[in-house]
């Protein structure tokens, strides 16, 4: 029984920071038709900043502001990343290359998340950063027997309301209407008076803000090194690839299935736990080649 609470838990927990990723980077993909592969050190990026300024904010864990402020100080620095690299990042190289099939824009962004892996060590440099404050001060809590640490419910928390804001802002606002006209046809759109343009750079921010909270959040649980972008857009992909890629609902069931999955097989065979996932991917693919709820796509010719 507590084995089982535990996969639950872990399962849970590592669905939500991948869902919060894999949301963004599906819905850029579902606006621009572009798969981002920078979206991974977007999230390294935020990791970083976001421990960065924990550490300098809380040296050796004491500071001049609360410490329940440090988890604005998370939230600070997944915005500082996501508001000023996603609409950079946009309109100085994706607008360029987003009407050039999808080949050009992969490789731009492949090329992009090479050059910022590397700007991350030279801002930050190679040594671990370990900014777990805000794990630490939340405590623990007994749940089914185990004793479970609280902060990683903050994060299950944060991606709930990313989904949440996501959801309102699609479906229950103006703005949301027109990207949804975008994503029907964006050339009608344009010929309409929307302006295209304007939706890529909201859509890009978007996910890069998405990208960045996964890697704040995410960074008080773990050690903050060069790297870590390559796992979690590898992971990523599989996730928008068994949900299916433009669908948010379907990156919140693959990172669910992900999640359980994975967490099962670290604890009953861990040298299995990557593997199980690509299992799962390509079963699906062979069932659904376009995902779980990947629609299908009219080819202009």
């Known amino acids: 029984m507590d084995q089982l609470a535990r996969i639950v838990l872990d ?12 949301a963004g980077l599906t819905f850029i993909y579902g606006v621009m038709r572009i798969l981002n592969t920078a979206h991974g050190s977007i999230y390294g990026l935020g990791a970083y900043t976001a421990a960065w300024l ?16 440090s988890y604005l100080v998370l939230l600070l620095g997944a915005l500082i990343v996501g508001l000023i690299i996603g609409p950079l990042m946009e309109r ?19 090329a992009l998340f090479l050059i910022l892996d590397d700007v991350m060590k030279l ?8 900014a777990d404050l805000p794990f630490s001060m939340l405590g623990a809590i007994s749940l089914a027997g185990i004793n479970y640490p609280v902060y990683p419910f ?32 964006r050339e009608v759109s344009g010929t309409l008076g929307i302006n295209v343009p304007r939706i890529y750079t909201f859509a890009f921010t978007l996910g890069a803000i998405l990208a960045a909270l996964g ?13 870590i972008s390559v796992e979690v857009i590898i992971l990523s992909f599989a996730v928008t690839t068994i949900g299916g890629l433009g669908s948010v609902g379907g990156a ?12 099962m097989a670290v604890q009953y065979v861990p ?29 202009r010719i």
């Open 11 to 22: 399962g849970i927990v590592f669905a939500s920071y991948l869902f919060l990723v894999s």
């Open 54 to 69: 924990l550490l300098r904010l809380w040296p050796g864990g004491s500071g001049s502001i609360p410490i329940w402020g």
């Open 92 to 110: 100085l190289f994706i607008r360029r290359v987003v009407d050039r099939g999808e080949v050009i824009p992969l490789i731009l962004t492949f």
């Open 123 to 130: 801002i930050w440099g190679v040594d671990p950063l370990l």
């Open 154 to 185: 903050l994060l299950t928390l944060v991606a709930v309301g990313a989904a949440f804001v996501m959801w309102f802002i699609i479906n229950r606002t103006r703005f949301g209407k027109l990207v949804i006209s975008v994503i029907a046809d």
């Open 215 to 227: 890697g704040a959040f995410v960074a008080p649980m773990i050690s903050v090194v060069p790297g």
């Open 252 to 263: 919140a069931i693959g990172a669910a299935l992900v999640g359980l999955l994975r967490s």
């Open 271 to 299: 040298e299995l736990d990557l593997f199980v996932i690509y299992a799962l991917m390509t079963l699906i693919l062979l069932i659904k080649p376009r995902g779980l709820f990947g629609g299908v796509e009219a080819r």
